[in-house]
């Protein structure tokens, strides 16, 4: 069987995605949790893992340097990457929504939105019909309404404990986020039936939760 490179995300994904693909019966080294190798081979498997930034395991799919990767939807809504989306493997869930201050209307004159999402909140207020002005931001979003610079933020919610302890408010939920499997067309191709085992390996699993 084809050797499978898997573009795996680092932080918050990694560790519900390790524990999936342990349950679902695959052999990973031990080094893949507690080292800093960036490449990690699970030769049992016949599988190469590169532990990737999660908003660039779908620069990687797409390149096709990993056949196979694992891509909050949030990433891959904001980034129209040339990949197929394989499987919903319902980790990591969260939403997108807007934020602000409590009780307060956008500025009508000049409505900013704070984001690190800028496709996915331009196109949630075109919807609208709304014309706001995007500041994209990397992280702590939820600074931009409290310091005045902008009227609403467009972020992940999941307990919404960030937003409570910054006392901010939720408006409008925008999409619901989970995990997706992602697969390089090409390699979907010329490698069909290891991958379609694969998937099924995991999917086997999936449907068991
Ligand atoms: N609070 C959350 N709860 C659950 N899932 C989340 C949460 N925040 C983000 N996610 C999901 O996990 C993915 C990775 O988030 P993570 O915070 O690990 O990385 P990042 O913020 O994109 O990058 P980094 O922190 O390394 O700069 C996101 O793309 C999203 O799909
Ligand atoms: O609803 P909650 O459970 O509080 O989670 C939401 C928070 O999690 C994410 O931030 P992250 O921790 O990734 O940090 P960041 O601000 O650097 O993106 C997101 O951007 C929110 O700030």
Known sequence: ???LTIAMPKGRIFEEAYELFVEAGFDL???INDSRK????????RIQFILAKPMDVPVYVEHGVADIGI???????EQLRDVHELLDLHISNCYIATAGLPNTMMNEIAPRVATKYPTIATNFYKEKGEQVEIIELNGSIELAPMIG???RIVDIVSTGQTLKENGLVEYEKIVDISS???VNPVS????????????AQLKNELIKR
């Open 1 to 3: 069987m084809n050797e």
């Open 38 to 45: 960036l490449i990690v081979e699970a030769p049992e498997e």
């Open 71 to 77: 891509a909050g939807k949030d990433v891959l809504l």
């Open 29 to 31: 080294p031990k080094e």
């Open 188 to 199: 979907y191709r010329v490698k069909s039936e290891r991958i379609r085992a694969f998937v």
């Open 149 to 151: 610079l902008a009227d």
């Open 180 to 182: 997706r499997l992602i």
